[in-house]
């Protein structure tokens, strides 16, 4: 069988996978395991904070040198928690132009804000892969996140549901998360086969080619 890799995670416990990667905000550094797989980035609920662009100047890029951390994330915008909207664009726009530097993919959060979202990474033009964690949206969205050569990353709701959406994914741009929900990540693999109506051991090994080609792992 092969191992489900947890794209996505905030859990930092011995019965997360061995393939997981948790990620931490710039506001964890005391919590941060070098030694095992992480991306490190300003959440856009910290953007209010006050050292926040200090600590995004001064702290992300020596984090981003390690050779365990994989991305920058997760960041992004939220409409609802966080700064004023043109303050987290800003820090994003910041955080992407370090991470750039050393060829960095992205995990996004996003919430209510994809026309901005779209927006900043078109006239950017980001050129390392891109990631929506724990999508949610409708799929009108999913169709533009696709457009835009994004890759989209499920994980299992508060309610204990995968997204109604997952069966229109792309199964080349699928990656799986538990995010901070209390499910395996062998259940939440186990609940998207389902959905999209392929076998456990089919969908893993996709998910496995696609996180390693997202990370560039080998």
């Known amino acids: 069988m092969v191992e ?14 061995s393939k997981a990667v948790v990620s931490y905000s710039l506001f964890q550094l005391e919590q941060l395991d070098v030694e095992s797989l992480f991306t490190i980035g300003l959440h856009p609920w910290d953007t209010e904070r006050r050292e926040a662009r200090e ?10 040198r390690q050779p365990n951390c994989l991305a920058l994330g997760e960041v992004g915008l939220d409409r609802l928690r966080g700064a004023s909207l043109p303050l987290q664009i800003d820090l994003l726009t910041l955080q992407l132009s370090i991470a750039a530097r050393f060829a960095k993919p992205v995990v996004l959060h996003c919430v209510r804000c994809w026309s901005e979202l779209i927006a900043l990474f078109r006239r950017l033009k980001y050129p390392f892969p891109v990631a929506i964690h724990g999508f949610r949206a409708s799929s009108e969205i999913l ?3 696709i457009a835009e050569g994004w890759y989209i990353s499920l994980g299992i709701d508060k309610r204990g549901e995968v997204v109604q959406n997952a069966h229109l994914v792309p199964i080349e741009r699928l990656l799986l998360e ?16 389902v959905a999209r109506g392929v076998s456990v051991v089919t969908l893993a ?6 996180t390693n080609r997202f990370f560039s792992l080998t």
Do not use: G, M
């Open 143 to 145: 169709s533009q996140c």
């Open 55 to 64: 600590w995004v100047e001064e702290r992300l890029e020596p984090y981003l």
């Open 205 to 210: 090994k996709e998910v496995c080619a696609n």
């Open 4 to 17: 489900i890799p947890d794209f996505h995670t905030h859990k930092r416990t011995s019965t997360s996978s």
């Open 178 to 193: 538990t995010d901070d929900q209390p499910d395996s990540i062998d259940s939440v693999c186990a609940q998207v086969a």
